[in-house]
DNA sequence: GGATTTCCATGATCTGGATCAAGGCGGCCG
DNA sequence: CGGCCGCCTTGATCCAGATCATGGAAATCC
């Protein structure tokens, strides 16, 4: 297990000392991460299979900061079946899509064990106003969510989209090449609105055609170049580091 | 044309006389709304087939608060095609998914003769530095379109997509229960992801089992409840008025 | 440590919606 | 006013990916 989830790991709330270096409260001024220090609640682990954190139709009590782990957020069709919405790394807020309506939209729970900072709503209203770095920097990350979710909901191939996430997956938590999945390919594939059959397919055959290699959940991208291609047109992906062209 | 679009129709920029009850300049309080007005850039009318109000790829100058009109947000594929990511009626803001990055993600243009208000982003912060109200209702907004967009990635049904959308449009701009898309069921497929073929086939089979009437582009919904319980699984949509089931 | 369950993998078949084709109809422009 | 072009409509065919079926390999649970 490479992330310790019992709470004694790390006493107290102090953002300051967190490690977590792209939370909301590490984006702005040190007095502002001081003040979000101030409203946590206490941090949370989170199971799978546990309780959910909140789920889809409840009044938006908090939104959560992740800090270790990684957490899904899905809603249940009428078939009982998940739909998954979107997947949330250390450093992402958990719930930002039910804030304007004051409604969770989507059930949220974890992937793997995982932990999360709890920031309740009226604290982070008050704090909003108090710092307006904080309302801009919020504002920011909405907005970039949203980005990438008016990409992801494009009609592309299952080869382009599965690129993407690949390489969106490889930016966010890749060390020296190589990453693990946290989340199993029925869970990408729900994603992703593809069949289980078809991820897997799927990555074989870029698995044959040498652009990455496979072995448990550990994914290595070997064909960087080639995933860009088909990704490109998706857009948003990988744009942090600044690899995206102007197109 | 039901709007007139000549700039002489409203002279001057004050918010407070303008007749858009829904535009995020109305939504807090009268100074804020004043504060709006002292920051707009001079009102603009788009035409469809005239240039873009932004493309993908430019920097971030402005975000455009509709006023009358349609305006749509899209990219182009390698083929040329467009894939429109949303559309936006008087009261939304076009834009916000590039706040963060500071970077258009989608090409803007009229999908019939509109007006714009146009908001310099670089205004726009520092009116969110002195007003968190301002902050707030912007990020209200981006929350919702966020919730939108994700229920809208979802896979659903040809019907069910269309269904999805025909409610979300009835409610935005039905008048008396029946309304007038303004875009062209080629626009309506790109954003649902649908062939412009599939969009006419469905609509007409909903017409012959008597949900709703069309004649050339005006639509009225004679079945909401078949219509909703197509609707219910994409979630979102038709939340204002509080009909969406608890689920 | 054996049983149960969940996940990954691969083949065979099926299907919703795309694509191709073709015609009518209205709107716009010269 | 007549010609052209873009939209809507309907039918025939095709295909990417879903679904069904089956088995092996890990992980999880008594």
Redesign the interface.
């Known amino acids: 297990m490479p992330f310790d989830t019992t709470l004694s790991a790390c006493v107290g709330t102090d953002c300051q000392l967190c490690p977590v270096r792209t939370c909301m409260a590490r984006r702005g001024s040190a007095d502002a991460a001081a003040a979000w220090s101030s409203i946590l609640a206490p941090r949370m682990a989170a199971m799978p299979g546990a309780a959910a954190l909140h789920r889809?139709?409840d009044k938006m009590k908090a939104v959560f900061s992740v800090r270790g782990g990684c957490i899904k957020a899905y809603?249940i069709?009428?078939d009982g079946n998940e739909?998954i919405?979107?997947f949330y790394l250390p450093g992402d807020l958990v719930g930002?899509?039910?804030?304007?309506?004051g409604v969770c939209?989507?059930t949220a729970a974890a992937v793997v064990p995982s932990q999360v900072c709890v920031v309740p709503v009226c604290e982070l209203?008050k704090l909003?106003?108090?710092w307006?770095s904080v309302?801009?920097s919020?504002?920011?990350?909405?907005?970039?969510?949203?980005?990438v979710?008016?990409?992801?909901?494009?009609?592309y191939s299952a080869e382009q989209r599965l690129a993407a996430f690949l390489l969106h997956m490889r930016d966010r938590l890749a060390v020296g090449g190589a990453m693990r999945l946290p989340m199993a390919q029925r869970d990408v594939g729900s994603y992703l609105?593809l069949a289980t059959e078809t991820v897997c397919r799927t990555l074989k055959s870029m698995e044959r055609r040498g652009w990455l290699s496979l072995s448990d959940k550990n994914i290595r991208i070997l064909d960087e170049a080639g995933l860009h291609e088909l990704a490109d047109?998706v857009?948003?992906f990988h744009?942090p580091a600044g690899l995206s062209k102007?197109?």
Do not use: H, Y
């Open positions: 889809a139709g809603t069709d009428a739909r919405r979107g930002l899509d039910g804030f304007g309506g939209l989507s209203r909003m106003q108090r307006p309302s801009l919020l504002m920011e990350q909405t907005s970039r969510e949203l980005g979710a008016l990409a992801m909901s494009g009609d609105r047109v857009g948003i744009a102007a197109a």
